[in-house]
């Protein structure tokens, strides 16, 4: 499920997930921290959540939700 998520959306939301902080996306990616707020902000909208916590945990259960299905779907 990529829950209406851009391509630059996943990519910052994979990092998000691994624990990364703006400063570090804002470098990684050489975008302004405002263009990472505002994708984060984006993110939490889209997935419902209100924190960086919230998020790795709803990612976490989504992909533990697949696991316990037997499904072999990659996320990513």
Do not use: C, F, W
């Not at 419902?48 to 919230?54: A, K, P, R």
């Not at 989504?62 to 779907?73: A, K, M, N």
């Amino acid at each position: 499920a990529n829950h209406g998520l851009t391509e630059r959306e996943r990519e910052i939301l994979l990092m998000l997930v691994e624990g990364r902080s703006i400063p570090y996306i804002k470098e990684t990616l050489y975008i302004s921290g405002n263009t990472v707020k505002t994708h984060v902000r984006a993110i939490y909208r889209k997935l419902d959540v209100h924190s960086q916590q919230e998020l790795i945990d709803r990612i976490v259960a989504e992909r533990e939700h697949l696991v316990d299905d037997g499904d072999d779907i990659a996320l990513g």
